[in-house]
């Protein structure tokens, strides 16, 4: 038995398989959180059909319903590994760990977005936050595990003001140390800024239009929309890195837009908003516009989808039970202008 | 039996009712186009429930599959009458009617839009274009109407450049007297464009973002649209208004942001994209903003907004039947950029 202990919050496709190829590995001992599949998981364990790993059934030795009933476990994690959605706007991560954070902990975000390590700086200024980008297709069907593509990830780390760089890169690497293996593809990638910039130049402009329209990214551009808002948006997107010191190709908005060659792809974004569920708005879009403010870049397109969208997350927010109405709409004597 | 002929094209539950008001005011012969609910009109007629006439059936004398059968018939139209949705991009209503059309057809265009007489001007330079504005709550259920809110209408003509006005107005009358009775509410309007501008305040705006948000008024309030998007468009709604000579009341942007208090309204355009049916996306805002573009009105909240929705309208007509899209999606060369 490893001395290492790492646990995994989110698991879902994605969560489930990085937390197999941690054990798989065998360099750390594995604690799982599950919600909503708890009764079938600590009953059954998990049916796994994947392209990495093969068939199998598997139950992780240690199971725990929330946050709370790990903590409770007394054990000392080495690593925190998130790998749900990122919905800041719904739950706040860093409020949600705490109590599985110590001293020794190494945060690891394998979400979607940008500058996903900004609040965690302050809350937890001694802990090294890595970044993890994920290239897996995977999914859960109620404990059932479908793996599809291999499990590529490209881990680097957010970096923090108040930790020395060499720790930073060290721990990052600790990390991949841990869940590396013969089956999956996790490399260390230094410059993990630039990569999250250059996978924006799609998330934040093509999801964002395709959720917006809840459309595929064909139709997207047969219909103009790629010309006279996905594009103008990328154009921002660049003028955002490049005042962040992330110079992008030249040719990223030409590889973008090839990108779904060949498909009628819809977006994660656009999915979510056709099944209903809250999307990533602010990982994605509102953390790149705060800093777009902060350098003082002007963004009109991304402005105007982040505002239409915030009326698209806030619908999936009441239907969702986030938000409640009053049954009537209240009237108010307020005077608009 | 009256000497004049008067043909509804369109019949829903505003045609239906609008066709019936004009054979109760007895002042001319009645003929209706039906397509959908043909089978079940030429054989049990329309059930009818109405706040303004009661319960009743109603099987019209004359009643026809297509236009083409209506010409057949040999009858001059002195009214020929549109009720359907207005969907130029889908099909040019001026075209179709064309079989119809003799010198003596006023045409009557009983539609949602803007600016809406314009493609008949240039075909039909003969022929009075009567612009009429209804309030009627009404729906179609397969050949059951159910009336919920008086017809009220405002009637006027849409400004054909080749006709004395003298004559627009009279025949605009005209209509008038044939339409109008003791239980509907049909007045002579004569600012048809102020009232249209007025009008479009709300629908290019709330509408229009709305039906791209795909929520009610009250929520895309509650979650920052209104001041962000709706009401910055409505300020460049009242930027060509002002352009074209026509002044809006100081208030209007209050009166509209006020018109559904109480209510969880969701816009006509909205519940559209709800059940995917087309949106009347030209009519509307299309227009508008050819109108804007030559008066040279900068209008870039409502541009973005008509590029966004000109997708959803795309996907809508694909998924209609207007718009067959190979079954896998062909790969170009094309270089973006």
Redesign the interface.
Known sequence: MSELETIIIGIGGVGCIVAYGIEYTNKSNVSIIVRRDYEKVIKDGYEVDSCDYGKFNWKPKNIYKDIEAAAASGKEFDYIVVTTKSLPDVVKTEDLIKPLVSKKSTIVLMQNGFDLGRPFFDKYPENVIVSGVSHIGSHNNGGVIHQTQNDKSLVSYFESPTIPVEIQEKKTKDFIDIYSNDKNNCTYFPDGKWYRYRKLVYNATLNT?CA????DT???E?????D??S?PAMKEVIKIAKADGVDLPDDV??S???S?????FSPSMCVDVQKGNPIELESILGNLLVRGKELKVET??L??LY?????????LK?KNGYIT?PE????TD????
């Open positions: 239009t917006l329209t809840v459309t064909a139709i997207n047969y219909a103009g929309g790629l006279a808002i594009i908005i030409n973008v837009c090839h779904d060659d060949g498909d009628y009109p397109v402005d105007t505002s239409l969208l915030k009326v698209v997350q806030y619908k009441v109405l009537k709409r209240p009237i307020k005077f608009y202008q």
